[in-house]
């Protein structure tokens, strides 16, 4: 078996919401090894502008190059929307997928009145919407940013009901158009996955971009001769914030307190602009 096969594949995201990424992988590629790397100190980037993504997501690769990874996952559709293309050039021995075209694909197969709900920027780049009419060009679109998710999902709040209130404004518009598929276009927004089940009719099927994607991985590891028929590594963990806090956060999805590392990455030239939550009520 070649050295690369048993590389890990780099997993990353903002935070926690790429951990619905690295559970489908645990189900559905379990032989693999995976380093797992959320930008904590930087989160969130649906707020950010393009050319700062793209720079964070160029320290994400250098760091997990330098680890050789034999692939990587964008588990962020905010970094897939405004970065994959222009990393994928600059990058161009290193596998990467993201995660919008897998999503695309799943939604059109469901139906053909799509609703899309991600982050600001992930919507201002109507990357989903080109996605879908590229392949079904008669498909309806409907996009709603949800500023609100991530903070109050990083804060734990997913049974709050003030998280509740926000899900059913942003969900309105769309269940005015009728929509027949939703999608999940923020890794994030999976684990409010009870909160949406409550609030949608039974008719509006639910899509996990995250499903898709681990399935193209693994068609393209096939591709490459790059799966790891080995003893898998256990999977590392690393963040640019508080480790502590994302070991104590993410117990919950994983089902257990990973050992968490920490590495310094340059800290933002410019503020995201602030998402204010309200405190519990
Ligand atoms: N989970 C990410 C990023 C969310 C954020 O940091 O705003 C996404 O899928 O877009």
Known sequence: MRESQRSPIGVFDSGVGGLTVLRELYRQLP???????????????GTRSKGEIIAFVRDILDWMTE???????MAC???????????????????????????AKAAVRQGK?????????????????????????VARVWQVPCPEFV??????????????????????PLLAENID????GCTHYRHLAPV??????????????AR???????????????????????????????PEAFTRLSKQWLGYSPRVGKVYFPAPTVLPVPVEVPVSS
């Open 212 to 242: 898709s994607v681990v399935r193209a991985a693994e068609k393209e590891l096939e591709l490459l001769g790059l799966k790891n028929t080995d003893r898998p590594l256990p999977t590392g963990f690393t963040v640019s914030g508080d």
């Open 77 to 103: 559709n905010t970094s897939s929307a405004l970065a994959l293309d222009e990393v994928r050039q600059e990058y161009p021995d290193l596998p990467i997928l993201g995660v919008i075209l897998p999503g």
């Open 196 to 209: 949406f089940r409550d609030l949608l009719p039974d008719s509006v099927q639910l899509i996990d971009p």
């Open 31 to 45: 032989d693999e090894s995976i380093l797992y790397f959320a930008d904590t100190a930087r989160l969130p980037y």
């Open 67 to 73: 680890r050789r990874v034999k692939m990587v996952i």
């Open 113 to 137: 009145r799509i609703g899309i709900i991600a982050t600001p920027a992930t919507v201002a780049s109507r990357a989903y919407e080109r996605a879908i009419h590229e392949i079904d060009p």
């Open 151 to 172: 903070p109050l999902i990083e804060a734990n709040r997913i049974f709050d009901p003030y998280t509740t209130r926000v899900a059913k404004e942003y969900l309105e």
């Open 181 to 184: 598929t939703l999608v999940y």
